[in-house]
């Protein structure tokens, strides 16, 4: 239920119906450029806070984990070791584990980020 309450003291009530839609692909963007200028900054993943379990890694082209979230807020600045990494490719894969909104099994996304300047 909604209550609004205007200036004069008038009240107004209503019922406000919501529907929770659960995306059932993820849009992963491709680059970030973190340079400070407040776009792009950090790496972008839509539709991954409705999901309840999942892991994403990034990887150098060398194997080596640079990052690493079970609880991803999109804010990966490209950072590891206190330093943001060099320009280039970097890998990731996104595993999306079964639980209440996905229930269809394991899915697990892969690509190239890039890190631009």
Excluded: Q
Excluded at 15 to 23: A, M, N, P, S
Excluded at 85 to 102: A, F, M, R, T, V
């Amino acid at each position: 239920m909604l209550t609004v309450t205007n200036e004069n003291g008038c009240v107004s009530e209503d019922y406000v119906y919501l529907d929770v839609i659960v995306l059932d692909e993820l849009i992963i963007y491709n680059v970030i450029t973190p340079n400070g200028d407040g776009l792009n900054d950090t790496w972008f993943i839509e539709g991954l806070r409705s999901l309840s379990a999942y892991n994403i890694k990034v990887l150098h082209r060398d194997g080596t984990l640079v990052f690493e979230s079970e609880d991803y807020n999109n804010d990966w600045d490209g950072v590891y070791r206190n330093s943001i990494l060099p320009i280039g490719p970097y890998y990731y894969i996104i595993e999306i584990k079964p639980g209440i909104d996905n229930n269809s099994g394991s899915k697990v996304y892969k690509g190239v980020l890039s890190i631009l300047k």
